[in-house]
């Protein structure tokens, strides 16, 4: 008799809680071929309301070489999301468009490696500033891009030495570069 009055209990304690815990998501998938047309379409998802979530650049089945974005809109969430879509060839390239983002109140939340019809090999990063976030936190930027491991495993101790952490990595070849390993690294700006 207990136990069915426990498991009762839990079972009105879940019905009661479920509404709470279930959230409605709404995902949009974003594909081309162009860096371009991505930069508008995902700005387009942004002014909707939606927020990146994932990235990645290669082949599809039907698409062919395309950057996939993935985005996502929760009814709990309000606002809206500005997005810069930096692509190039060099790496130092991205670093200092990276800053610049970051100057400007942008942060990084994605990277990939895209190989597009028009621009060759790219190493793509998106930035993202909220509509509330104008006037927050700054970042400021380093770019690690290496073809060993062992270099890379010491220059994210020398950049974590300077308070900088990592925040993401991508592996592909860049035009230039040939086969590299690409991190994006983080911290405060001063």
């Not at 930027?141 to 290496?146: D, H, N």
């Not at 495993?153 to 592909?172: R, S």
């Not at 035009?175 to 690409?182: F, K, M, P, T």
Request: charged share 25%.
């Amino acid at each position: 008799m207990n136990r069915a009055i426990s498991v009762l209990a839990s079972t009105l304690c879940l019905a009661v809680a479920a509404p709470a815990f279930a959230q409605s998501y709404t995902y949009k998938i974003l594909a081309t071929s162009k860096t371009s047309t991505m930069q508008k379409e995902m700005q387009e998802a942004g002014d909707a309301g939606y927020r990146f979530i994932a990235v990645m650049g290669g082949e599809t089945a039907i698409g062919g070489k395309e950057v996939v974005v993935l985005v996502g809109k929760s009814a709990a969430e309000q606002g809206t999301f500005a997005y810069r879509l930096l692509a190039t060839s060099k790496t130092s390239t991205l670093q200092k468009e990276l800053q610049e983002a970051g100057d400007a109140g942008y942060h990084a939340v994605g990277q990939t490696v895209f190989e597009s019809l028009f621009g060759g090999k790219e190493t793509v990063a998106i930035v993202e500033r909220g509509s509330g976030d104008a006037n927050t936190k700054r970042w400021e930027y380093k770019l690690i891009a290496t073809s060993k491991t062992s270099t890379l495993e010491k220059e994210l101790k020398e950049v974590a030495e300077a308070g900088f952490e990592a925040i993401d990595l991508t592996v592909g070849k860049t035009a230039l570069g040939g086969s590299e390993i690409v991190v994006i690294t983080r911290r405060p700006a001063k």
